[in-house]
């Protein structure tokens, strides 16, 4: 796709949302359902993802990380956006890799210190490009790859977070 391609697809969209501002307000959803053992199968839209335990806090290995999704998802929509604003501003990329790696305390998480956080303390990603593009406009496609990407713009600034139960 070139950036006369993406500007096409994208125009009526922005155009639409410009004069409809509601019609941008989409509600995304991510559903699981209690699996065997320790387990929860998430629903992906593509297949069924079984997530468990880390082995640092006693799992197999065999299920899906939910940490390790979660950076998967800061790769995946880093290098979406990275790929659409590379299009959009005419940069060529002839290739490139994201990496995303987050620090984890599992004392937190297994309560064995009342201190040491439940979370990560810090998430690093690194993205390589391959492309001829002058130094000036790689630091534009960053800066736009930050500013536009979903993930990043969340973990960055929290949202809101509420949590119920019931039957």
């Known amino acids: 796709m070139n950036s006369e391609q993406l500007r096409l697809l994208q125009q009526p969209l922005k155009e639409r949302y410009r004069n409809d501002p509601s019609a941008a307000l989409i509600t995304l959803r991510a559903q699981g359902r209690i699996g065997e053992g320790v387990t929860c199968n998430v629903e992906t839209g593509q297949m069924l993802v079984q997530a468990g335990l880390h082995p640092a806090t006693g799992g197999t290995g065999l299920g899906a990380c939910s940490g390790d999704m979660l950076l998967q998802a800061l790769v995946a929509c880093a290098g979406v956006t990275l790929n659409a604003v590379a299009t959009a501003l005419g940069i060529q990329l002839r290739g490139g890799q994201l990496t995303a790696e987050g620090d984890l305390d599992f004392r937190g ?26 130094p000036q406009d790689l630091e534009k496609l960053l800066r736009l790859t930050e500013r536009y990407c979903v993930v990043y713009q969340t973990l960055r600034n929290s949202p809101g977070l509420e949590v119920s139960i019931g039957a």
């Open 109 to 134: 998480t297994l309560g064995v210190d009342k201190e040491a956080p439940v979370g990560f303390r810090a998430i690093r990603l690194r993205i390589a490009v391959e492309s001829d593009a002058a």
